[in-house]
């Protein structure tokens, strides 16, 4: 099993520019998360979408849009990048309903805007 | 908010054992968790503790927990190179709701 894959693992952008990150889960999990981790900070949750068809602002969703295409992927659109928003974004699943909470993540994309 | 708090860094030698302390503030944590993340990698589950538990162990990993000072700390046993990582403390409350600490970093020195 594959997991929870993020693309692209690298990206540069400049100050204005737009982009969108993918993430995809093969476990059938109903719940996936948008985080940002900056040095110092741990990880802040950015959107989260609890099941298909609902999304819901984490900590620090401005400047930030998602959209659950359906309970596979969820993508994070940046619609006018500003450096403030350098930083790994990491995606990541988890069993909603039950157990114990775990969260499945996938291996980061790291974004530099200039 | 919330908060969840851990010191940045950690050193031991090979073969010593390490400890890595959090605190946090929310009293309705029903989970806590304790992930590690290598270089270039996501975070993976390491263990976790129900709010019930006072300590858990698993091989070489202890986790204890003191409810009433909110304060949960994961002890590593003969600590190898491979142990070299950074090490989030995490708590939830069951509900889409987990609040990571900032990270211990372990260096392990041969």
């Known amino acids: 099993n594959a997991g929870v894959t993020q693309t692209p693992k690298f990206q540069v952008l400049k100050t204005g520019q737009s982009m969108t990150l993918q993430c995809a889960q093969d476990?059938?999990?109903?719940?996936m998360y948008w985080y940002r981790q900056d040095p110092g900070m741990g990880l802040r949750l950015i959107y989260y979408?609890?099941?298909?068809?609902?999304?819901d602002k984490g900590e620090v969703p401005n400047g930030y849009n998602v959209s659950r295409l359906n309970k596979r992927e969820f993508s994070l659109r940046l619609e006018s990048a500003a450096p403030s928003q350098t930083s790994v974004y990491f995606c990541?699943?988890?069993?909603?309903?039950?157990?114990?909470?775990?969260?499945?993540f996938g291996e980061g994309s790291r974004l530099t805007v200039l | 908010g919330e908060d969840v708090e851990q010191s940045l860094f950690l050193s031991v030698r090979e073969g010593d054992s390490s400890v890595i302390n959090c605190t946090y503030t929310?009293?309705?944590?029903?989970?806590l968790y304790w992930y590690k993340q290598e270089p270039g990698a996501g975070l993976q589950l390491l263990t976790y503790i129900f709010s019930n538990m006072d300590m858990k162990q698993d091989q070489r990993l202890t986790v204890l927990l003191n409810k009433k000072d909110k304060h949960l700390s994961l002890r590593i046993a003969d600590t190898q190179t491979g142990d070299s990582a950074i090490y989030f403390c995490?708590?939830?409350?069951?509900?889409?709701?987990?609040?990571f600490g900032a990270g211990t970093r372990l260096t392990v020195k041969p």
């Open positions: 929310d009293s309705s944590s029903t989970y």
């Open positions: 476990m059938n999990h109903n719940s």
């Open positions: 995490a708590e939830s409350g069951g509900n889409n709701d987990m609040r």
């Open positions: 990541a699943s988890s069993r909603a309903g039950g157990g114990t909470g775990e969260l499945f």
């Open positions: 979408s609890a099941s298909e068809g609902t999304t």
